[in-house]
């Protein structure tokens, strides 16, 4: 079994900077790629950025220029730097991850979310 497990939300004020964390533990083999979304009330789950094992970043263009996509393969963790916030940007966020189990077999794994509101 597999879990993700995010951390790091929170309320921050519009122009503010907030870290979240995915941390995925269980019978991983390998992580291929691994990503954030989001979703506000009232919205679509969307995706905000990807990133690959080999370090490969893609973001929405919302957030691009502001938020950062890292990951530390070795503790099998994810992070989202958030920075110059939105209250647009208000949302839960979701880690995923594309977690391969017993070597051979690729599952994709959603941990359970973390509020971000950014508001005054």
């Known amino acids: 079994q597999v879990q993700l497990v995010e951390s790091g939300g929170g309320l921050v004020q519009p122009g503010g900077s907030l870290r979240l964390s995915c941390a995925a533990s269980g019978s991983i083999s390998r992580i291929n790629a691994m990503g954030w979304y989001r979703q506000a009330p009232g919205k679509q789950r969307e995706l905000v950025a990807t990133i690959t094992s080999g370090g490969r970043t893609n973001y929405v263009d919302s957030v691009k220029g502001r938020f950062t996509i890292s990951r530390d393969n070795a503790k099998n963790t994810v992070s989202l730097q958030m920075s110059s916030l939105r209250a647009e940007d208000t949302a839960v966020y979701y880690c995923?991850?594309?977690?391969?189990?017993?070597?051979?077999?690729?599952?994709?794994?959603w941990g359970q979310g973390t509020q971000v509101t950014v508001s005054s």
């Open positions: 995923n991850a594309n977690v391969v189990v017993k070597t051979i077999f690729e599952y994709i794994y």
